[in-house]
């Protein structure tokens, strides 16, 4: 059973930075595909922030650009984004994303559990 752990969130103040991390756990015999970072703000679709394939290429939303920057650890299974110069309208839960080939169940998207960050005026 393919899991996303995340870690991070929390509350800051406008201006401040924030780090997500997330791990693909509990995965054997597997291909992690791209990962990436999705939210989603109150009354609003969930949204991309960030994604970043197996090779290591990024792209992000143009809400992102110039201030997260998504990362990945192909080795230990993470992708992380540093957040810095938070707005308030960043406000949301943050979802890590995964999308992960197993023997078992061919390429399935995976989501994480949810983090909230908040970011206050």
């Known amino acids: 059973q393919v899991q996303l752990v995340e870690a991070g969130g929390g509350l800051v103040q406008a201006g401040e930075s924030l780090s997500l991390s997330c791990v693909a756990s509990?995965?054997?015999?597997?291909?992690?595909?791209?990962m990436g970072w999705y939210r989603q703000a109150p009354g609003k679709q969930r949204e991309l922030v960030a994604t970043i394939t197996s090779r290591g290429v990024a792209s992000s939303a143009d809400s992102a650009k110039g201030r997260f920057t998504i990362s990945r650890d192909n080795a230990k299974n993470t992708v992380s984004i540093q957040m810095n110069n938070l707005k308030p309208e960043d406000t949301a839960v943050y979802y890590c994303h995964a999308n992960i080939w197993t023997m078992l169940a061919g390429s399935v998207d995976y989501w994480g559990q949810g983090t909230q960050v908040t970011v206050s005026s």
């Open positions: 509990s995965v054997r015999f597997f291909r992690i595909n791209d």
